[in-house]
């Protein structure tokens, strides 16, 4: 028994060796991950999205292999081409696109199998938007397409593909960035290099640069801009700032009092409510700081006055004021967000007497919210919110003369419906409930006794909201007015280029024609 079990070890150790041998294999294609391959698309800008649909998945946790590595790894043809390409780069997946001036259509192709996976098209006005559009819904609608793809089995890992040189991380890409409309710069250049003292060529060549430097406010020259190294406006708004009148409901209702204390009823008193977020580098710096903002809310009450039971009348000053910081988590169309901020909620009386045992409350609190909005459609978006108040002055010296020992809490949530009624405007409707929790720990000595309360607000608006900045904003527009006669021109100078190209190429053809009649 224990000889057959030891004759039988070193098999057993072969199989052992075999096995791990395959899975370190398999591993290879594994340990390729999240590959990308991303090659120049067609267009005239193309870099511009380009630069986006690789933005985004670098975000996602792909590695990218650009344009260079790929063009010098094969064409893509076919979906055998695809196929080689991707195994021999360790490619996931190999992202091509169509660019159009106001359309872009990008697809996905597996690297195991070269087959499409996935297409989705992108509009835009311009390049700007264009581009904005892509980094905005690129993800949302491929992301799952791309989650899809499969390295080849077989591949080279990713440290073998990464020594070689990568000229478009080592260098600007000219050809990318600064590409006119079409390819006569790469003909005039090519026929350059073949030399052979062409001087027509180089002078033909020389003109055509220097009417694309001296075509300024074209529609290349905002394809560069927006393509230059600080990377194009941020596609989410700059600045949200909104304005809505509403109405505000209070109950103040205690539970197990027992000293003659008031309940206090306000059922609707008149507001004016303007809230703001502000991304300070959404605009110099894209990237994960973009979406730090600052926010600030106030809520200012107007001519509200309470009646007490007895026919008493009092005056009431209401507000709250809030400021502090948001961060933005962008998917697709829609958002979530963190913030952290503080503020003060009071609701006090006027012209008090001895007789009123309801107290002022003043709240000052810091808060932790969440918030998420998305696109119903592509011009209306709901919004949600919560968040919870830490209250760390007790609800303010006059409520603590009367309740010494209480602890407060407070919590609120609101909703939200926002309707596009032009670029940058839309109607909101809002919804808001914020409550605090007292529990009043009364002694025997205490002079008013209750086992706690509960503090209530509902809260109703209409209004609208500004969004500056972003794909959608007043900066897009902007640009777009002030390039739109120019490309124009540019098509007339390029025409003018083509008109002299031919009638050179023409006089050639003639002057060919010419030598042969004499030859014959």
Do not use: C
Not at 216 to 237: I, K
Not at 389 to 415: C, M, S, W
Not at 483 to 511: I, L, N
């Amino acid at each position: 028994m224990n000889t057959n079990a030891l004759s039988f070890t070193p098999v057993r150790a072969a199989m052992l060796v075999a096995l791990v041998g395959a899975m370190a294999t398999g591993t290879k294609a594994e340990a390729a991950g999240k590959r990308a391959g991303v090659p120049k698309f067609e267009g005239a800008q193309e870099a511009v999205v380009r630069k986006q649909v690789m933005a985004v998945l670098k975000a996602h946790g792909y590695e990218l292999v650009k344009s260079r590595q790929m063009e010098a790894a094969g064409a893509l043809e076919s979906d055998d081409s695809f196929q080689k390409v991707a195994k021999d780069l360790a490619l996931t997946v190999i992202i091509t696109g169509e660019v159009g001036k106001k359309k872009a259509k990008l697809s996905v192709h597996d690297g195991r199998e070269g087959s499409l996976l996935g297409q989705a098209s992108f509009p835009g006005g311009n390049p700007r938007r264009l581009a904005g559009d892509v980094r905005r819904t690129f993800w949302a609608k491929l992301g799952k397409d791309i989650a899809k793809g499969h390295v080849p089995s077989g591949s080279k890992t990713p440290q073998a593909v990464a020594e070689a040189p990568d000229e478009a991380e080592s260098a600007p890409e000219p050809s990318d960035e600064g590409k006119s409309g079409d390819s006569k710069s790469g003909e005039a250049s090519a026929s350059d290099d073949k030399g052979s003292g062409d001087d027509e060529g180089s002078s033909r060549s020389s003109r055509r640069q220097n009417k694309a430097k001296g075509a300024g406010g074209d529609e290349n020259a905002v394809v560069a801009e927006a393509s230059s190294e600080s990377g194009p406006p941020s596609a989410y708004p700059v600045l949200e700032l909104s304005g809505s009148g509403a109405g505000v409901n209070r109950q103040y209702v205690y539970n197990q009092q027992i000293s003659g204390l008031r309940n206090h009823n306000l059922p609707l008193g008149p507001a004016l409510v303007i809230d703001g977020v502000w991304y300070p580098l959404g605009s110099v710096a894209p990237g994960p700081l973009e979406h730090l903002g600052v926010q600030v809310a106030l809520e200012q009450a107007f001519g509200i006055q309470s009646s007490i039971s007895g026919g008493q009348t009092y005056g009431n000053k209401v507000h709250q004021y809030e400021g502090g910081l948001r961060y933005r988590i962008p998917f697709g169309e829609s958002q979530a967000w963190i913030s952290g901020s503080g503020g003060e909620h009071a609701f006090v009386f006027t012209g008090r007497s001895g007789g009123l045992n309801v107290p002022d409350t003043i709240y000052r609190y810091a808060r932790a919210g969440l918030g998420l909005r998305f696109a119903v459609t592509s011009g209306v978006t709901l919004g949600f919110g919560a968040g919870y108040r830490y209250i760390f002055n007790g609800a303010g010296e006059q409520f603590k003369d009367l309740f010494p020992h209480a602890t407060v809490a407070g919590v609120d949530a609101e909703a939200a419906v926002s309707i596009r009624v032009m670029e940058g405007l839309q109607v909101r409707g809002i919804g808001e409930m914020r409550r605090y929790f007292s529990s009043m720990h009364s002694v025997a000595a205490d002079q008013f006794k209750a086992g706690g309360a509960i503090d209530e607000y509902l809260s109703f608006g209409v209004g609208l909201t500004y969004t500056y900045g972003g794909t959608g904003g007043s900066t897009v527009a902007s640009a777009e007015e002030e390039s739109a006669p120019a490309p124009k021109k540019a098509a007339a100078k390029d025409d003018d280029d083509d008109s002299d190209s031919k009638q050179d190429e023409s006089k050639k053809d003639g002057s060919k024609k010419d030598d042969e009649d004499d030859s014959q």
